[in-house]
């Protein structure tokens, strides 16, 4: 796939190949993209915001989803166990490998 960045003309001339309906909805989402302001995903303060104060809006919207279950220190244990009862030749009856 190529980097270059077509030109206008080149843009130009692929959109008159376009059926009359197509050019037009290519208008409309151009128009659309142009007076729709892009919404950034954790965006709560303006683009002022300091990084520090980023970062402290980011650590509260993750403090309000909870806590992770399991944590990663719960996981770590359950795998060794795994491990452990795998070198014991222990097999668990959903073990697909068996």
Known sequence: ???TVPTLDQTLALARRLS???RAA???RLVQEL???AEPAYATESDTAT???RLATLRAHFA???PVSPTAGE???ADR???DEALRGVQKVDDVHA
């Open 26 to 28: 290519l208008i409309t």
């Open 20 to 22: 009359p309906q197509d």
């Open 64 to 66: 309000t989803l909870g």
């Open 51 to 53: 990084p520090w104060q």
């Open 75 to 77: 996981q770590l244990e």
């Open 1 to 3: 796939m190529s980097t």
């Open 35 to 37: 007076v729709t302001p």
């Open 81 to 83: 166990r795994e491990r």
